[in-house]
Nanobody
Framework: VQVVESGGGLVQPGGSLRLSCAAS????????VGWYRQAPGKQRDLVAQ???????NYVDSVKGRFTISRDNAKNSVYLQMDSLQSEDTAVYYC???????WGQGTQVTVSS
């Protein structure tokens, strides 16, 4: 099983990006999925999670700005990021919870 992230890039403060995570199996629909991020010199931290029942969880720093969603027909999870701040700059990873499955990461840089 593999997951592949896409959608990162360079954006100005206040801008938006939408990250995608695509899985290689339709078993994806039975799994909880998380987005994590890792800034230079820091540990990898949880950003948001979505359960197989579509329940969601966010860290306080992104509440009201980020939205996680999933489309099981496309074996995909998305992270809509609005009102981006420089502090959001990091490599963002998709992770199948309670597994060792991680994507390769996608770089998000927020800078003017």
């Amino acid at each position: 099983v593999q997951v592949v992230e896409s959608g990162g890039g360079l954006v100005q403060p206040g801008g938006s990006l939408r990250l995608s995570c695509a899985a290689s199996t339709d078993l994806f629909r039975f799994w909880d999925v998380g987005w994590y991020r890792q800034a230079p010199g820091k540990q990898r931290d949880l950003v948001a999670q979505i359960g197989r029942g579509f329940g969601t969880n966010y860290v306080d720093s992104v509440k009201g700005r980020f939205t996680i969603s999933r489309d099981n027909a496309k074996n995909s999870v998305y992270l809509q990021m609005d009102s981006l701040q420089s502090e959001d700059t990091a490599v963002y990873y998709c992770h199948i919870e309670d597994s060792t499955i991680w994507g390769q990461g996608t770089q998000v840089t927020v800078s003017s």
